[in-house]
Nanobody, 124 residues
Framework: QVQLVESGGGLVQPGGSLRLSCAAS????????MGWYRQALGKQRELVAT???????NYADFVKGRSTISRDNAKNTVDLQMNSLKPEDTAVYYC??????????????????WGQGTQVTVSS
């Protein structure tokens, strides 16, 4: 019912920039929030940034001041602009969306959906 398409990952040199994009699609979905998480090798998945439909943002400390999350409610997309990238930013980045889905029984409870992940590698 919900599909997330991620793009923008790749290899970048330290100090460089990347813009990650995620588009959510599906039938009769209502999005509460979208965001990005990441998981580095050998570590737990962690929040990078989220944004609600109303525009409230939440950033992890390690990206504050060098990353910006934004969304287009009409297009159901979320972007994460990352600047001044560091080698420790290397991880698989996952798009996350919290939605309700209209079913034959009515609107569902809020549900989490995850993209397949896009690799970000920061290396010289």
């Amino acid at each position: 019912q919900v599909q997330l398409v991620e793009s923008g990952g790749g290899l970048v040199q330290p100090g460089g920039s990347l813009r990650l994009s995620c588009a959510a699609s599906g039938s009769m979905i209502s999005i509460f929030a979208m965001g990005w998480y990441r998981q580095a090798l050998g570590k737990q998945r962690e929040l990078v940034a989220t944004i609600t439909k109303g525009g409230s943002t939440n950033y992890a400390d390690f990206v504050k001041g060098r990353s910006t999350i934004s969304r287009d409610n009409a297009k159901n997309t979320v972007d994460l602009q990352m600047n001044s990238l560091k080698p420790e930013d290397t991880a698989v980045y996952y798009c996350n969306v919290v939605v309700t889905v209209t079913t034959v029984w009515g609107p569902s409870a809020p549900r989490d959906y995850w993209g397949q992940g896009t690799q970000v590698t920061v290396s010289s």
